[in-house]
């Protein structure tokens, strides 16, 4: 049952389908209602269903379906002790729910709980999973937005950090290079000294030349660095962005 929710999951992802979504809900209610289950099964179910609600909230955007999530998510977390080797993984889908709900609703206090998730999953995650560049990519966003609410750059250096050992955890010309790349830059950029800048405008440009990234990310990135160029006076580069 639980890999029946996961593939419904990831049609409904990928499709924006209603009826997937739906028929995974039912079949992870179906899955917890079974007797004798472990759990560590349980806990799956409820990651899961966490999963379905989240692609629930990228149709409908309501920010109660993220908080459906992260309550799940919570709950999946309890069930486990401390040393399971599942536990920092679903973790790190508790610091995508936090970022999301302080992205729908400009509420810090959900980022500073993201920041806290964060820290705890990499900590339980080990340095070869290959979840791990996923959670510092997550945990390097965070970290920037905090330092956009009250200005540290101590937390803009370790967003910077971050996304240099996630970059370092990908294939070469890997589609992943350019967001990372785009949040290194960004990191860089406010970071305010002219080294820094310039550093962060050779970021936003690689990610804008990547012919392996999506377009929405090379369209980010080129916006990015040409807005960055104009703030700097760099216009023949501005206008080649």
């Known amino acids: 049952m639980a890999i ?8 409904a992802k990928s499709r924006g389908s209603t009826p997937d979504l739906n028929e995974g809900l039912a079949a992870i209610e179906r899955a917890l209602t079974l007797p004798d289950e472990s759990d560590s099964d349980r806990a799956i179910q409820l990651v899961n269903k966490s999963a379905l609600i989240g692609v629930h909230y990228g149709i409908g955007k309501d920010p109660e379906d993220i908080r459906r999530q992260i309550g799940l998510c919570r709950e999946a977390l309890d069930l486990l002790p401390d040393g399971h080797p ?60 905090s330092a956009e609410e009250e200005y540290d750059e101590a937390k803009l250096r370790e967003a910077v950090r971050l996304s240099t050992e996630a970059l370092g955890l990908l294939p070469e010309a890997s589609p992943a290079d350019a967001r990372l790349l785009v949040n290194r830059g960004s990191a860089l950029y406010l970071c305010g000294r002219p080294e820094d800048q310039v550093l962060a405008l050779q970021d936003r440009s690689t990610a804008a030349l990547s012919e392996a990234a999506p377009p929405d990310v090379r369209m980010t990135a080129a916006t990015g660095w040409a807005r960055r160029c104009g703030e700097l006076g760099r216009w023949d580069e501005a206008v080649k962005a």
Do not use: C, M
Not at 4 to 11: D, E, K
Not at 98 to 110: G, H, I, V
């Open 4 to 11: 029946f929710a996961a593939a419904l999951t990831a049609r």
């Open 86 to 145: 599942k536990k920092g993984v679903y973790r790190a889908n508790l610091v995508g729910a936090y970022l999301d709900l302080y992205r729908s609703t400009d509420d810090t206090t959900a980022l500073e709980l993201a920041l806290a998730a964060g820290d705890r999953a990499l900590s339980e995650i080990r340095a070869d999973h290959p979840r791990r560049g996923g959670v510092l990519s997550n945990q390097a966003v965070a970290l920037i937005r």
